[in-house]
């Protein structure tokens, strides 16, 4: 069999399974092979993980439910018995079915079980060493109650190592969303075991908290990619478009790299304060990831008299301060990208309606996406760019796409995925959802979850960055034909990984990152290992 361990990074791209693709994969391996071979697999995979993950266990608890998870961890649970037993150890099972419903693969495990010598019983045993959460796989389809759901609080409140098989019991396995109403809780310790597929679930909203740290076993059913059942969506595990290093292009100006315009950061005035900041992060993001010539085009507050306008940003005087109305004429140009709405405010107005019709490569965050929430004439107007042929990014978080879908976070992050490709598929453009397992998702075409990233970016000004990022790759795309449009939701998938791999890589001795750190972190591909080296030299000089 062939475990791997998914890292959440780096790792290689991966087709993700939805429940339906799962279950037609079930259903062909099973017809390839003897009765009840399958979960006999499954079941020895999962015990082999368990005796690395905690190799000295001498009291294992496995909670079962009453469908083929359960039958996976009672068949698991009796290769525990047979290591355990001749050394003393001891195995308790807690089986949850009901025998008139099983299953056929589970019915086959549990007369296997009863005939082995685990020990049954209704409680968890005082002390274990390792539990086995077997309780439901992709067959949970409602929110657990009653005595599953005390099972699974249970299993969440423990500290020591968990294993749980398939998925961890409570987990929606398409989207992601915790199903228990009792709370998901931190447990370093905690490992899932993914059988047969890649779930989509495991990647995004709360599935990367539930799983802890992954691993996949395909218990050898790898099917030939015509017979395979296409994916729901991919796992953006790495950087797909390789960019020749900017050294060996010996002929190369600052022409070649386009212009990139950040359109926003309202200036303070007397009624308000500003909102510059975000747009200087973004432009700083922009510059580090290699645009050519990089623009901050600042809008006014509503009281325009009182403003301070900076002449430039004395850490990064690369950045060239205009005010947003002066770049009306170059952000029309084929070699521009402008990136509109990072603390834009309501002094965006003046300037969206002009991007919207002509900026050829357009990113629209923050504020942008609220004002376009807010305006039908601007929605009529971003639908008409990809008819058009101008390309378009939105990046909202959960919040922002509710806004511009006509709901709740909430809605949103009970399904990310279809949120995201409901947006895309809208405005025909391509979107990233942002938050945990960022989704990258274009009109037609599967989305892909981010791989990388953590709870480290949970900061304000983060999204500025990845806005800036995201911009300064669109301008480092061929400018003369456009671009298709699977080649540009991997062109900003890249981004989002490599935004959230700054985070990855985040020195271990600092234990926040601030967004305004971020910019020197982002070259091609990355923050490489040795720009963190160089933060962590910084800050030891520092102390
Ligand atoms: N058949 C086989 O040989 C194999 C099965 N596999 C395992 O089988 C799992 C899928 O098995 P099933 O389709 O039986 O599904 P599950 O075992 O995940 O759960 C299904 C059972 O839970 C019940 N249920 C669902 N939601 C509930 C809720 N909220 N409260 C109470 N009961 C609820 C269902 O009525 C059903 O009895 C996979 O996740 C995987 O672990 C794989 O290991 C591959 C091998
Ligand atoms: N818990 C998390 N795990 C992974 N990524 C996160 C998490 N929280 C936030 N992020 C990322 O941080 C960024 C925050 O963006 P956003 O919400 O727009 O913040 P801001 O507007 O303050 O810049 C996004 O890229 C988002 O995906």
Not at 43 to 68: D, F, Q, S, T
Not at 174 to 200: I, M
Request: hydrophobic fraction near 40%; charge should be neutral.
């Amino acid at each position: 069999m062939s475990l791997r361990r998914i890292a959440h990074q780096p790792s290689p791209h991966a087709p993700l399974h939805d429940v339906a693709a799962t279950r037609a994969w079930e259903a062909r391996a099973q017809d390839r092979l003897p009765p009840h071979a399958l979960m006999q697999r499954a079941g020895e995979a999962v015990y082999r993980l368990g005796a690395a993950i905690a190799p000295h266990a001498r009291r294992v608890w496995v909670v079962c439910g009453g469908g083929n998870n359960g039958g996976d961890g009672l068949l698991a649970a009796v290769r525990w018995q047979q290591r355990l037993q001749p050394i003393g150890g001891e195995v308790a099972v807690t089986w949850l079915g009901s025998e008139d419903r099983l299953p056929p693969d589970a019915r086959h495990a549990l007369g296997v079980a009863r005939g082995s010598g685990l020990r049954w019983t209704d409680e968890p045993p005082p002390q274990t060493d390792l539990a086995i959460d077997a309780l439901f796989g992709i067959g949970l389809r409602r929110p657990p109650h009653g005595e599953a759901l005390r099972w699974i609080a249970h299993l969440q409140e423990r500290s020591g190592p968990v294993l749980c098989v398939d998925l961890p019991s409570g987990l929606d396995a398409d989207r992601g969303e915790w199903l228990a109403p009792t709370p998901l809780q931190a447990n370093p310790q905690r490992h899932t075991l993914a059988l047969l597929t890649l779930k989509p679930g495991l990647f995004t909203g709360q599935g990367r908290e539930a799983a802890g740290h992954l691993w996949f076993d395909d218990l050898d059913t790898s099917l030939p990619d015509a017979e395979a059942p296409p994916p729901a969506a991919w796992l953006h595990g790495q950087t797909v478009l390789a960019e020749a290093p900017r050294r060996w292009q010996h002929g190369a100006h600052k022409g070649r790299h386009g212009n990139l315009l950040i359109v926003g950061g309202q200036l303070p005035d007397a009624r308000q304060p500003g909102m510059t900041g975000a747009a200087v992060l973004a432009a700083r993001a922009g510059l580090h990831a290699g645009a050519g010539r990089v623009y901050v085009g600042l809008l006014p507050g509503p009281d325009a008299t009182g403003a301070a306008w900076p002449a430039f940003d004395p850490l990064q005087p690369e950045l060239m301060l205009r005010s947003a109305t002066q770049l009306r004429d170059l952000a029309r140009e084929p070699d521009s990208v402008s990136v509109c709405g990072c603390g834009g405010g309501q002094a965006l107005a003046a300037v969206l309606p002009d991007l919207l019709t002509h900026s050829p490569r357009l990113v629209l965050d923050a504020d942008a996406l609220n004002a376009i929430a807010r305006e039908p004439r601007w929605q009529q107007a971003l639908a008409r760019r990809a008819e058009a042929g101008l390309h378009t990014v939105l990046t909202p978080h959960p919040l922002e796409a509710a806004r511009l879908l006509g709901t709740d976070t909430m809605q949103v992050q009970r399904d990310r995925l279809r949120a995201a490709q409901t947006l895309a598929d809208t405005w025909r453009c391509v979107v990233v959802l942002k938050g945990s397992g960022s989704i990258t998702a274009a009109p037609g075409l599967p989305p892909r979850i981010n791989a990388s990233g953590n709870g480290l970016l949970a900061t304000a000004g983060t999204g500025d960055v990845l806005a800036g990022l995201i911009g300064a790759r669109l301008c480092l795309a061929p400018t003369r034909s456009p671009i298709d449009p699977a080649a540009l939701q991997a062109l900003v998938a890249d981004a989002v990984y490599a935004h959230g791999r700054v985070a990855d890589t985040w020195p271990a001795n600092r234990l926040t990152l601030c967004a305004g750190d971020m910019p020197a972190c982002l070259g091609q591909g990355g923050s490489s290992d040795h720009q963190q080296a160089d933060l962590q030299q910084n800050d030891e000089h520092q102390h």
